[in-house]
């Protein structure tokens, strides 16, 4: 049996924690044969639920989990943390304006990366679920200093997996049928899923789709899709959120087939402002992820692309002051 490796999740007693915890437990993100000790971190007031959360992991008897710390102090969740998922984020409140949310957040993202700086592994990959993700990675990477900024990443995987299924539904064919699909940018409305690489079973997506169909419905289906769940559901996507954080990390750790989509610090590929944290194809292979490079894009590409560039570099703006 390999040594365990810890993991540690944020907002471990909210929603989207409440699938993901109980699958990483079960070895869905590391394999059957990668023993887990979960660190997971709360704020007091859900202390009582998370113990709640922990009695029921505890009470599945998984094989693979050696160890579960529970805590509201960020120093003891992220000591010697090989993976942290940073899923807990305030939520926005009623009246509160963008910016008092980039700030609120901002708050809680510092101290965590200074913690995942202070005590973490030195090798820790990060995943940011929690929204605004890719500005809260930004600052979290920003106040590690110690820490590469490349160990930073935040979540796009969903809106990519979500991407593909509407493909696939359209196309007739399978998921696994589909190669090349990206998301480019923000994990936010102006997100810009790109169908231009992309083949259903080898051929070009855009000689299978009409392309009023990928302008008017694809993408804006894509980019709306969790609002559409909050109207169907009444509740926000929590499931497929942690299924898609999984799909995130036992990629970058374990590497994959093809090309999936990451929220990535940006070093000026394609174009794009250099340290942002943009959404980008990546290749994983060996513990690490790289940048798909060469795909020619046409005007239309470019135009999505610099939307979702300067929406993140006005929230990188909004908490200049917070970067350290
Ligand atoms: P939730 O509200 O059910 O759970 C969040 C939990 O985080 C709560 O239990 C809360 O007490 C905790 N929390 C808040 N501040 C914390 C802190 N400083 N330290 C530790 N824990 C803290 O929310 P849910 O549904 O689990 O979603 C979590 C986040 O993920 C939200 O920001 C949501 O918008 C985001 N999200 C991101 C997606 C993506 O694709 N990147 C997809 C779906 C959700």
């Not at 940011?128 to 600052?139: D, E, K, S, W, Y």
């Not at 359209?170 to 997100?191: E, L, P, Y």
Request: hydrophobic letters at 40%; a negative charge; glycine letters at 8%.
């Amino acid at each position: 049996m390999k040594d365990p490796v810890r993991i540690a999740i944020t907002g471990g007693a909210g929603q989207i924690s409440y699938s993901l915890i109980f699958r990483i437990a079960a070895g869905d993100m590391l394999g059957p044969d990668q023993p887990v000790i979960l660190q997971l971190l709360e704020i007091p007031q859900a202390m009582d639920a998370l113990n709640g959360v922990v009695m029921e992991v505890n009470d599945c008897a998984f094989p693979l989990v050696k160890d579960i710390v529970a805590t509201d102090d960020p120093n003891v969740a992220f000591k010697d943390a090989d993976f942290a998922l940073l899923v807990g984020a305030r939520p926005r409140g009623p009246g509160m304006e963008r910016k008092d949310l980039l700030e609120a957040n901002a708050a809680i993202f510092s101290v965590q990366g200074k913690a995942l700086n202070d005590h973490a592994s030195r090798d820790v990959r990060v995943l940011v679920v929690g929204n605004p993700a890719n500005t809260n990675a930004l600052i979290a990477s920003c106040n590690a200093p110690d820490l590469d900024a490349g160990q930073f990443t935040a979540m796009t995987r969903l809106d990519h997996n979500r991407a593909l299924t509407q493909l696939a539904q359209k196309t007739g064919k399978h998921v696994t049928d589909v190669d090349s699909m990206i998301i480019w940018g923000n994990h936010s409305a102006t997100q810009y899923p790109d169908l231009a690489q992309c083949k259903v079973d080898g051929k070009a997506a855009f000689d299978l789709v009409e392309r009023d169909w990928y302008e008017n419905d694809f993408i804006p289906t894509v980019q709306q899709r969790g609002a559409a769940i909050i109207k169907a559901r009444g509740a926000s996507s929590a499931a497929s959120a942690a299924s898609s954080a999984i799909d995130h990390m036992r990629d970058w750790a374990l590497g994959c087939d093809g090309i999936v989509s990451m929220a990535i610090p940006s070093d000026g590929s394609y174009g794009i402002e250099e340290g942002i944290i943009y959404s980008y194809p990546v290749r994983c292979q060996g513990g690490k992820y790289e940048i798909v490079q060469g795909f020619e894009l046409d005007a239309f590409s470019k135009e999505k692309m610099q939307a979702t560039e300067k929406e993140l570099r006005e929230e990188r703006a909004a908490v200049e002051h917070l970067l350290g």
